[in-house]
């Protein structure tokens, strides 16, 4: 073999600096080799590890921290830029006698040194590998979902019953995501949205096709792993919200799903994806506001209320979420005795919002009356007036439901409960413990009503009436 065919090629788009000599004879031959594809060598399919690669990870040079012209080392599962001779990828090849790259973008795979490009459609081996970093579905295949399916390991899991990695304090934003995961039209458009599966998908920049990504990767049926890390998806959200939202800190999840919803629905490119969100997730709300004159005598006290009527204005509104107020928590003396945790009906709660109940401010009185009932319900339990700073004196009240209920004669179900733990992290003084919010979710399999519970990545089945004794924060019901 002589020098030149020993040559890695260029991609068109390459950015490396391998250059080439305008010799016309050069570039015939690059012309001819960049269309030919090669089958994987027997010797350098004994190489690949596919235990040690994860393709969750940031997309990023290990060494040079580019992050352009990413590949996959199929060896030992190490990101690197490539693939011209100067390059670390090239280098690598050479030192570590690694010859299989898988470039994480474009999904085409190359030998090194030779340069050549491998046929991957007629490997099993290269075929479970990709579709682990892209994986795709058919309409058939979601309708089946959840199903039990085998992780590299030959264990059982149920698919989109995963868990994603708590990085540092991300708790928040993964039971959002896994939240909207189960919603099925949601669901559905991310996995079989063609726009999601080409694999020029901008995901290291681009929301919705990082959020799109994860949704893939949590109802993928061929896990390399049963869990699967958000790092990715959490670095663009990190960027695009300008830090507001990160995995470093904690924040409010429902500020991160409005956030979230406010940002896909606003979505330009994707207008099924908004069209979706509004018509599924989004209702509609009627105020109405009626003034309050106050009547009062020579001394200046008052002596009555009158009401303006003629003076009311009825407002729409759309919302993405209900707020319910929990009733006022008395403060305990007797510890954390569950028996003294005061309870309240969901029934009552959302009676706020059946015109029934009006809610007096100092000049009006306020009704509020769903006018538009979405097909997915969320429901949001304020218990957190004085922000997550004190923990201590969030409000604790449990609120009894059960997994239907009938709302202004809409039946719904209960699909997801993300729920609000509170452990302790150390200490702040000698008296007082470092107190830390630990979200969690319950989901339901709606094949066999199964509930299970996924925390951090640890996924339980549970019994239906353990869910309904934690500190529901978020939840999300399906219009029957
Ligand atoms: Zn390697």
New binding site residues.
């Given amino acids: 073999m002589n020098s030149e065919t020993k040559r890695p090629l260029e991609d068109s788009n390459s950015d490396d600096d391998d250059d080439y000599s305008g010799d016309e004879h050069i570039e015939v031959v690059k012309r001819v080799r960049r269309t030919e594809k090669v089958a994987l060598p027997k010797a350098y399919i004994d190489e690949i590890n596919i235990k040690r690669l994860d393709f969750d990870k940031e997309r990023i040079c290990c060494v040079t921290l580019s992050r352009s012209n990413i590949y996959c080392?199929l060896?030992?599962g190490?990101y690197l830029q490539g693939r011209g001779r100067s390059t670390v990828m090239f280098k690598?090849s050479i030192e570590?006698k690694?010859h299989v790259f898988l470039n994480v973008t474009n999904l085409k795979v190359y030998l090194l040194p030779e340069g050549s490009e491998v046929e991957t459609s007629a490997d099993p081996l290269l075929r479970d590998i990709l579709y682990a970093v892209y994986p795709t579905f058919t309409a058939a295949s979601v309708k089946e979902f959840p199903k039990v399916c085998r992780d590299l390991d030959d264990r059982a899991y149920l698919n989109g019953f995963i868990g994603l990695n708590d990085l540092n304090s991300n708790g928040y934003m993964n039971v959002v995501i896994l939240a909207l995961s189960h919603i099925p039209p949601l669901r559905d458009h991310f996995l079989l949205s063609n726009k999601y599966s080409g694999t020029d998908s901008p995901v290291d920049t681009d929301l919705t096709a990082s959020v799109a990504l994860v949704v893939k990767k949590l109802w993928n049926c061929r896990l390399l792993r049963r869990n699967v890390s958000p790092q990715q998806l959490m670095n663009v959200v990190s960027s695009v919200s300008k830090t507001k939202f990160s995995s470093d800190a904690h924040e409010d999840p429902r500020l991160f799903l409005l956030w979230l919803l406010s940002k896909l629905s606003t979505n330009g490119d994707d207008r099924i994806l908004q069209k979706t969100l509004m018509k599924q997730l989004q209702g509609q709300i009627e105020i109405k506001s009626t003034e309050i004159e106050t009547i009062t005598n020579e001394a200046d006290q008052t002596v009555k209320f009158k009401r303006l009527e003629s003076e009311s204005t009825i407002k729409k509104t759309k919302f993405w979420l209900l707020s319910l107020d929990l009733p006022e928590m008395k403060v305990f003396k007797d510890g954390n005795d569950v028996n003294s945790v005061p309870q309240v009906r969901i029934e009552e709660l959302l009676s706020k919002y059946t015109e029934q109940m009006e809610h007096h401010t100092k000049d009006s009185v306020k009704t509020y009356k769903v006018v538009k009932y979405p097909n997915f319900l969320i429901l949001y339990y304020n218990r957190f007036n004085n922000g997550f700073t004190s923990l201590k004196d969030r409000n604790q009240t449990i609120v009894e439901f059960s997994n239907e209920m009938d709302f202004q004669g809409n039946r719904y179900r209960l699909l997801s409960n993300i729920t609000h733990d509170c452990i302790t992290k150390g200490k702040l003084s000698d008296t007082e413990d470092l107190l830390v919010s630990k979200w969690k979710i319950n989901v339901l399999n709606t094949k066999d009503n199964d509930w299970y519970e996924i925390d951090d990545i640890e996924i339980r089945k549970v019994e239906e009436e353990f869910i309904f004794l934690k500190e529901c924060y978020i939840q999300i019901w399906q219009r029957l």
Avoid: A, I, P
């Fill in positions: 080392c060896s030992c190490k690598h570590q690694h």
